[in-house]
């Protein structure tokens, strides 16, 4: 063990559990009944063909069901922080149905927030880095580093429409429990990310955005609030800080990211949810670091592995703590004014998109397929020298 100066205590709640003690299928499921499989749909019914601004409890009801919802967001809260409903009819319903009722089903947690500077409100998660330049990591392949969504998003969530040819498990990790490891065995690495780090926005969302591209001081990685963990960690953006905003890393910095993500993806704190078609994964967008695992996918995107995203707000959850945020409620406010009507439903995406591999086929400008993970083993790799980053 380091010395160090500050003395930290550990968490001793649900949140701080290990995928290596977890039965994910038995602490962290709801399946869904015959009886709510049926309330969601005569909800459906009733949502019709509604955009998704329009979809609210209202326009959703589920009198049995809602209820169930919100004591499921209590466990998100103060419990484990991760929820997968399983046993919805996935092959009963066309891709715009199960995306209405994803919806339907998230108003009764939150409000969805827009995902980037597009205006988004539901994300395609899909490999199109051979269609589209410049994407995401999120429009890439490969396996991902363990990450917190933008800091307005209290809830992040997929549903599974189609899963990969093999692989692409969603890898998740308690914050709390990462916590408590550096506690024991590095209280001097655990200061470092306690004080946090820069973070820069991707380069068309801070062109969009309200707020200066880069934050005006470090962010905290891990913060506490009324026995509450909180985490902000984003790869993208503690690199793009380097790459463009003038930011050195100290040796202590990197190596205490390089040691977040490596016990991250040690076999005692990680868990794995391989997702099956029409699953659909909550989880804590504070309290709970993701990623994914690598993946085989098939050469049409039609084809692809495809899973939809929200970003769900809560107005009833206490506020992050103000050092924490980066990303705004009024950056997402602002962005959705970009959105037009139904641009994010999956049929008209996977359309338009299909439209272009098969052009990009027509004329040999097929690009390299990126897997963003894979670029770079370590915080230290940024620095040498600034790179293209993909961005989006």
């Known amino acids: 063990m380091r010395s160090t100066d500050v003395a930290f205590e550990k968490i001793e709640t649900e949140s701080a559990w290990k995928g290596s003690e977890v ?52 466990g998100l809260l103060d419990g484990r922080g991760v929820l997968l409903m399983r046993g919805f009819p996935r092959d009963r319903y066309t891709a715009d149905e199960m995306a209405r009722v994803y919806i339907g089903l998230g108003a009764h947690l939150g409000r969805p927030l827009a995902q980037s500077w597009q205006g988004q409100l539901l994300g395609s998660v899909i490999d199109i880095s051979d269609v589209v330049e410049k994407v995401r990591g999120y429009n ?37 429990a990462l916590y408590n490891w550096f506690v024991e065995h590095r209280p001097d690495l655990l200061q470092v990310l306690m004080r946090g780090y820069y973070h820069r926005n991707h380069e068309m969302d801070a062109q969009h955005s309200l707020q200066p591209p880069q934050s005006a001081g ?22 793009y800080a380097v790459h463009f905003g003038g930011v050195t890393l100290t040796p202590e910095e990197v190596e205490a990211y390089d040691v977040l993500q490596a016990q991250a993806r040690s076999e005692e704190f990680f868990l794995d949810m391989n997702f099956e078609a029409g699953d659909i994964q909550f989880l804590n967008n504070r309290a709970v670091m993701h990623g994914r695992t690598d993946y085989e996918d098939h050469d049409d995107v039609e084809r692809r592995r495809h899973l939809l995203r929200l970003w769900l707000h809560v107005p009833d959850w206490p506020a992050r703590p103000d050092d924490q945020i980066f990303m705004t409620l009024g950056d997402c ?10 641009m994010d439903m999956p049929t008209e995406y996977l359309a338009r998109l299909t439209a272009e591999q098969e052009e990009r086929r027509r004329r040999q400008t097929v690009l390299p397929r990126l897997a963003p993970s894979q670029r770079y083993r370590s915080a230290g790799d940024w620095q040498p020298e600034a790179q293209p980053a993909s961005a989006g």
């Open 333 to 342: 406010h602002h962005w959705a004014r970009r959105r037009t009507p139904f």
């Open 23 to 74: 039965d994910y299928r038995a602490e962290m499921m709801h399946r869904f009944t015959a009886d709510e499989v049926a309330e969601v749909d005569a909800a459906l019914k009733a949502c019709g063909e509604r955009d998704i601004p329009e979809i609210t409890t209202a326009t959703f009801p589920l009198p049995g069901l809602g209820p169930t919802m919100k004591r499921l967001r209590d």
């Open 218 to 239: 470090r962010i905290p990685v891990f913060a506490i609030r009324d026995g509450r963990i909180s985490c902000v960690i984003d790869t993208g953006c503690l690199r």
């Open 140 to 176: 890439a392949g490969g396996g991902q580093h363990f990450h917190i969504d933008g800091s307005a998003c209290d809830i992040v969530s997929l549903m599974c429409l189609r899963a990969a040819k093999s692989g692409g498990a969603s890898r998740i990790v308690s914050v709390a």
